[in-house]
């Protein structure tokens, strides 16, 4: 689990002020159209419901954006991730996802026909694993593979 996940509730509301509010560096031309793109985005993965690759978010929000490049998807989505607003899910040997940040915890399924991740809402997974004694275990990672509904 990435370690944003602790101070990244809450405080998002006041990081709305776009990039807007650096007027003497930027024209105001490309501050909105910076702004823009970043809503675009935001949506695109709030629509998703599941973590998204930079080029799914490429795709998802290029129909709010036509403009949009892979290098400004890239550059939003290391803002949002500095803002608390994103996270990244990183599962074994495949490239990065992301999803908003701060969730409840849950678990995450990999379609291996059309490598889609999709959420897995809750736990409900039963550990009868035998700690050494004095151990305490705190945390799990743990992931499914298959195929998804859409691929059946
Ligand atoms: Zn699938
Ligand atoms: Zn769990």
């Known amino acids: 689990m990435p370690q944003s996940n602790a101070f990244t509730s809450g405080s998002t509301a006041l990081r709305d002020t776009p990039e807007a509010d650096q007027g003497s560096t930027l024209s105001n031309a490309a501050a909105v159209r910076n702004t823009r793109q970043k809503e675009a985005i935001r949506a695109a993965i709030l ?47 495949m490239p990065a996802r992301y999803e908003v940040a701060g969730k409840a915890h849950h678990h995450h399924f ?10 897995m809402e809750g736990c409900g997974f039963e550990f009868h694993a035998k700690l050494p004694q004095g151990f305490t275990a705190t945390a799990h990672e743990l992931f499914l593979s298959g195929r998804c509904a859409a691929c059946h």
Do not use: F, M
């Open 47 to 93: 629509a998703a419901g599941r973590p998204l690759s930079p080029e799914e978010i490429l795709q998802a929000a290029q129909r709010g954006v036509r403009t949009l490049s892979l290098a400004t998807v890239y550059r939003n989505i290391a803002s949002l991730q500095r803002d608390g607003w994103l996270q990244a899910v990183t599962l074994p040997g």
């Open 110 to 119: 990999h379609c291996n026909e059309c490598g889609k991740v999709y959420e």
